[in-house]
Nanobody
Framework: QVQLVESGGGLVQAGGSLRLSCAAS????????MGWYRQAPGKPRELVAV???????NYADFVKGRFTISRDSAKNAVYLQMNSLKPEDTAVYYC???????????????WGQGTQVTVSS
């Protein structure tokens, strides 16, 4: 089995910063991509940022240069540095990973439990 654990969420005032961390553990051969999604109450889950194997990175337009995603492949970890936070950033942030568990297995998506980010005005 594979487990993703997020940390780093919390309560901050508008303009503040948070750094989210996610570490994958379990039966992992390789991770093709890791990223962050978020979901606010009553709204669908949306992509925040994703980093693929290599150097390709994709950010949602609403990030506007405020967030930075990074990945430590050796540690099976991904991070999201969030600066200049706005109240509309309030959501549960979920770590996602596309993982190949063995050489003969199929690639599958795994999700963390989520970490709450609350930005007050």
């Amino acid at each position: 089995q594979v487990q993703l654990v997020e940390s780093g969420g919390g309560l901050v005032q508008a303009g503040g910063s948070l750094r989210l961390s996610c570490a994958a553990s379990g039966s992992i051969f390789t991770i093709n991509a890791m990223g962050w999604y978020r979901q606010a109450p009553g709204k669908p889950r949306e992509l925040v940022a994703v980093v693929f194997s290599g150097t390709n990175i994709n950010y949602a337009d609403f990030v506007k240069g405020r967030f930075t995603i990074s990945r430590d492949s050796a540690k099976n970890a991904v991070y999201l540095q969030m600066n200049s936070l706005k109240p509309e950033d309030t959501a549960v942030y979920y770590c996602n990973a596309r993982i190949l568990r063995t050489t003969w297995d199929r690639v599958a998506d795994y999700w963390g439990q989520g970490t709450q980010v609350t930005v007050s005005s």
